[in-house]
């Protein structure tokens, strides 16, 4: 056979190749990104994979939890066993990123150490970036500000400045690159996610408008790199109960991530984090074509996303993608040796933790909008330590079930890991009402009380819900006042529930809750499970 021959039938072949191979592609479509755009058949037959992985809220929730809501699993999450998992997943891929959408901070080894153990479980993971989350002011901002410079990574909020300088108070934005694959990574915390926290905790640091705060960041980065990735912590405060991602009614949604995507033409990735609303597959923004996701929070899933992009810079777009939330299934995943070995090491510094406070007849579960048998023995608590009249105690705050039967320090302080003091104030029937008001928009979840009955219908206008309240089976009087227990957060006036902080705060002993709990917890030694129907909603 002829040279020339030969060498037409190799063009042939060739071209027939990179035709079959643009049609498999176009073929594999269905949902992905704006197939039609930069999508030469060159492009398409040397297109190149990267895998995104990401975690949101993982709240210091080291060990695997008990998924008592889902029949086919036993344990969910647990930090040695998602590190296995991401350890899995670059073994398998070839260029992977791993990121985190905030709120790394919470429990008590987080507590303990003033958020040197999340910290160093994130390095043995070799995280590429994450963005600031409320609960990092946990321990005050001036501490985070010390304690973000301990990460070999980029700590981001591109939106975060100093109050009396106006200078930026972290790193806005950064460039990744693995094997060629160059992304530019940008983090925002939500201006409402700034109330979730204490406010004399993050007073000193102003959380500017997001969209207005990274656009000039888009526009730069966006000549540059193959990929503008924006990890946000934003939307509604998330409902922190176990079994969330079981309930539909209660979550919280993706509205402030998918208004960011629509405002801001060039992102491709949106990671967020704060609200817990589990994403099984990604949201496509129809106009500018960004990709959004987020997992339930707690390290119960990862999140996966696999691109496929064009040949070049130049022609980066997104061809095609797969993303899905992967189930940390405990039982199913060997815990990873090293990240396992630091944990313990941690754990073994305060033997404390493992003392048995109680030993519980059942259960003792929160619920966000409802009232719980852990908020409702709470409240009482509270209330008994200020020997009050009225005991409240917000939802948000209970961060852990404690088990039936043996119940440990660790649970106890987990349950509720912060480091707010108990307060007592004077407020008026008429204050009263308007804090139930508050509670009943269900914006922060609904307030669990103690000495109180309140009947309420959530099908009136937010403002008009309450029905009845009785005050120790006596009515409720507007103009009478009333001696209040609750937690620093509410008596600042955090979590919106703004007229707290009208109240008349009482003088008391300067003590924290978390100490208090274990002490009561302690003296009771057999939890019985408190009596319902203090919030009764009309059915």
Not at 187 to 197: E, H
Not at 297 to 313: A, D, K, P, V, Y
Not at 422 to 429: F, I, K, N, R, S
Request: glycine share 8%; hydrophobic share 40%; with cysteine.
């Amino acid at each position: 056979m002829h040279k020339a021959t030969l060498l037409s039938r190799l063009l042939i072949l060739i071209a027939f190749a990179m035709t079959a191979s643009c049609a498999s592609v176009r073929s594999d479509m269905d949902g992905s990104v704006d197939a039609s755009t930069n999508l030469s058949s060159a492009g398409a037959a040397q297109s190149r994979e990267v895998t995104l992985l990401f975690t949101n809220d993982f709240e210091s929730a080291f060990d695997p939890i008990p998924a008592y809501w889902n029949p086919d699993v036993e344990y969910l999450g647990g930090i040695a066993h998602i590190a296995t998992l991401v350890e899995n997943l670059r073994q398998q891929e070839d260029v992977v990123f791993l990121f985190d959408a905030g709120d790394i901070f919470t429990g008590v080894l987080s507590k303990k150490t003033q958020g040197v153990v999340p910290m160093e479980m994130m390095i043995t993971m070799d995280y590429d970036a994450m963005v600031i989350g409320n609960h990092e002011f946990e321990y005050g901002w001036q501490s985070f500000a010390r304690m973000k410079d301990r990460l070999p990574f980029p700590v981001l909020g591109a939106n975060l400045f100093y109050s009396d300088s106006g200078l930026p108070y972290a790193q806005a934005y950064s460039v990744l690159e693995k094997q060629g694959v160059r992304i530019g990574v940008i983090g925002v915390m939500g201006q409402d996610a700034g109330t979730a926290i204490i406010p004399s905790h993050i007073n000193g640091v102003d959380v500017r408008d997001p969209a207005a705060s990274i656009k000039p960041y888009v526009d730069l980065l966006r000549p540059q790199v193959d990929l503008i990735v924006v990890l946000t912590h934003q939307g509604k405060t998330a409902p922190m109960q176990t079994d969330d991602e079981a309930h539909a009614d209660i979550q919280r949604g993706i509205d402030a991530d998918i208004k960011l995507a629509q405002a801001l033409p060039g992102i491709d990735v949106i990671f967020s984090g704060h609200a817990d609303s589990g994403t099984e597959e990604p949201y496509v923004d129809p106009e500018n074509g960004t990709l959004i996701m987020q997992t339930y929070g707690q390290g119960t899933r990862l999140g996966f996303l696999q691109l496929q992009l064009g040949e070049s810079q130049a022609n980066s777009n997104i061809v095609s993608y797969d993303g899905k939330l992967l189930p940390v299934v405990s039982n199913e995943l060997l815990p990873h040796p090293v990240v396992t070995q630091k944990l313990a090491k941690y754990k073994a510094q305060f033997p404390e933790l493992q003392e048995i406070v109680c030993v519980s007849e059942q259960r003792m579960s929160r619920l966000y909008n409802e009232e719980s048998d852990l908020g409702n023995l709470y409240a009482d608590i509270i209330r008994a330590e200020a020997k009050a009249e009225i005991g409240f105690m917000p939802s948000g705050a209970l961060r852990k079930d404690l088990p039936q039967g043996n119940v440990p320090l660790m649970d106890v302080i987990d349950s509720f890991p912060f480091t707010d003091r108990v307060a007592e104030l004077d407020m008026t029937g008429e204050q009263i009402l308007s804090v139930l008001e508050q509670s009943l928009t269900l914006e922060r979840g609904i307030l669990q009380v103690s000495g109180l009955r309140v009947e309420y219908d959530l099908n009136k206008p937010a403002g008009e819900r309450v029905m009845s309240v009785f005050v120790n089976d006596a009515e409720l009087q507007s103009q009478a006042s009333y001696h209040v227990a609750t937690v620093e957060i509410m008596a600042q006036g955090g979590d919106l529930y703004t007229t707290f902080k009208d109240a008349q705060q009482r003088e008391r002993v300067d003590v924290r809750f978390s100490d208090v709990l274990t002490q009561r917890l302690r003296q009771q030694g057999i939890l019985v499970v408190p009596p319902q129907g203090r919030l009764l909603p009309k059915r």
